[in-house]
Nanobody
Framework: QVQLAESGGGLVQTGGSLRLSCTVS????????MAWFRQAPGKEREIVAA????????YYRDSVKGRFTLSRGNTKSTMFLQMNSLKPEDTAVYYC????????????????????WGQGTQVTVSS
């Protein structure tokens, strides 16, 4: 059974940086299409960034392009989200998720089948 665990959240001032980590156990990271989602209070969950399992395609939502960077670690069991120039609107619970059945044409879509989820880590950006 694949299990995901996020870490690295916290409180930071506007313009600051945080690095989130997602550790995968019970499976091999490179076999899954992976993504970072976030959910702010009173808002729907949204995809922030995603990487196709081969690593050849990385997606970022427009609001984080140029500020956030998704990467996979050398250990092949950890995924990162480097978040720079943070804004108050980035405040949310951030989740990592794994998709064993995604297809390339729709892995960033609302209904993409991300079957495995971590517990989430809180990111708070103060103004």
């Amino acid at each position: 059974q694949v299990q995901l665990a996020e870490s690295g959240g916290g409180l930071v001032q506007t313009g600051g940086s945080l690095r989130l980590s997602c550790t995968v156990s019970g499976g091999t990271l490179s076999r899954y299409t992976m993504a970072w989602f976030r959910q702010a209070p009173g808002k729907e969950r949204e995809i922030v960034a995603a990487i196709w399992y081969s690593g050849g395609t990385i997606y970022y939502r427009d609001s984080v392009k140029g500020r956030f960077t998704l990467s996979r670690g050398n250990t092949k069991s950890t995924m990162f989200l480097q978040m720079n120039s943070l804004k108050p609107e980035d405040t949310a619970v951030y989740y990592c998720a794994a998709c064993p059945r995604c297809i390339l044409s729709s892995f960033t879509g609302t209904n993409a089948p991300y079957d495995h989820w971590g517990q989430g880590t809180q990111v708070t950006v103060s103004s």
